[in-house]
Each structure stands twice: as structure tokens, then as C-alpha cells.
């Protein structure tokens, strides 16, 4: 059986680069299990720094930026990013 698999893919009947090109399951299952919880973690911990941090960002006005910075964006890359997309993540 080893035998023929081995020398059906040296033939080139069975195409594995498009399987693995089409196939995104370690995408999914790394994101699920790995970058979703580290962006829930991420809006956590920034939302807790712009808790100390909105003072600061009041008296310079830019308290719009400092929430898209560091609560908004971890936010949305953890509940409104398709799964196994990384594109906005760059």
C-alpha cells in the first residue's frame, strides 16, 4: 500500500501541493485555538491599560485614538474577523 502511494504521487496522479493549497483546516484550527484566545486576552489587558490610560489620553484629546488602539482593533481581530483569516491581523 506504501508502495503505491509512494508511486502514484512520484507520477504525479495525485496532486498533494494543491491538496495542501486548498486545504486551510491548520488556518482554522490554529486560529480557534491559538490567535482568537490571544486577541480575547489582548482586548482584555488593553482595555484595562486604556482604563489607566484615559486621563492621560483626555488631557491630550486623543482618546478616539488610544480606544481604536487599544481596544477597538483587538476587538474586532478576535469577534468580526472571518476564521483562519490572518490578512487583517498584518
Do not use: W, Y
Request: charged share 10%; with cysteine.
Amino acid at each position: 500500500m506504501t508502495a503505491l502511494c509512494v508511486g502514484l504521487v512520484s507520477l504525479g496522479c495525485i496532486n498533494t501541493s494543491q491538496a495542501a493549497a486548498d486545504d486551510h483546516s491548520i488556518d482554522t484550527i490554529a486560529d480557534v485555538t491559538l490567535v482568537r484566545p490571544g486577541c480575547f486576552v489582548a482586548t482584555v489587558i488593553g482595555s484595562a491599560f486604556f482604563v489607566i490610560a484615559f486621563p492621560f489620553a483626555a488631557a491630550s484629546g486623543s482618546i478616539k485614538e488610544t480606544a481604536n488602539t487599544l481596544v477597538v482593533q483587538p476587538a474586532q481581530a478576535t469577534f468580526t474577523r472571518p476564521v483562519g483569516d490572518f490578512t487583517s491581523l498584518e
